[in-house]
């Protein structure tokens, strides 16, 4: 005769068991595997001294951005960058140069966000005076050529000097400067 027989409870008890060490198993395994949240915030891949370069239709190079350090994050497919340079070339002069201490490029490299302190600069070329810019955070559409910031700027351009806070730039085929606030300027009277 087979003892189990003689117990049916002991089937439901073996059942009960294998039910609680499945259960228990399954909520271990979650625990230990890395959450998604994690995932997201971890890099998939880093690069060091490294260079991105943009080119145009016409195969020349439209922009080059280099820093120390890449991390590019799969999740969102955005980019850190430290110490990142940016030389964006024109046409018709001399190419724009910018640094940062970090910066952030969106997962469509269209959108670079510098922060910290960040330069911006173009020699002289032709008949246009040499720029700059000093001022922190900025955000820089890259294919509208558009720069905003709203922290305080430094501009010279030539013998000019303007200090401001906040700023939007259009730096395409029609240079502007846009100020918001609190405007001082200096323009000497022979480049009015």
């Known amino acids: 005769m087979n003892p189990f027989d003689e117990h049916p409870l002991f089937y439901l008890l073996a059942l009960g068991l294998f039910a609680a060490a499945s259960y228990w198993l399954s909520v271990n395994s979650q625990n230990a595997r890395p959450s998604r949240h994690a995932d997201q915030a971890m890099p998939d ?11 145009g239709a016409d195969g020349r190079p439209l922009r080059r951005i280099e820093g120390r350090r ?16 940016l030389v964006s070339q024109t046409d018709d002069g001399p190419p724009w140069r910018a640094r940062a201490q970090r910066g952030w ?16 600069r173009r020699d002289a ?7 700059s810019l000093d001022t922190r955070d900025i955000t820089l559409e890259l294919t509208d050529q558009h720069l905003k910031t709203d922290a305080p700027v430094r501009i010279r351009y030539g013998a000019s000097h ?9 730096f395409g085929t029609q240079e502007r400067v846009k100020l918001l606030a609190q405007v001082r300027a200096i323009y000497p009277v022979d480049s009015l």
């Open 70 to 85: 890449l991390r590019h994050f799969l999740a969102d497919g955005r980019s850190e960058i430290i110490a990142p340079k």
């Open 105 to 120: 490029l969106n997962g469509d490299g269209d959108l670079l966000f510098l922060s910290g302190v960040v330069s911006l």
């Open 125 to 131: 070329g032709g008949e246009m005076p040499a720029f």
């Open 45 to 55: 891949y880093e690069a060091t001294g490294f260079s991105l370069v943009t080119l």
């Open 162 to 170: 303007v200090e401001a806070l906040g700023m939007e730039a259009w």
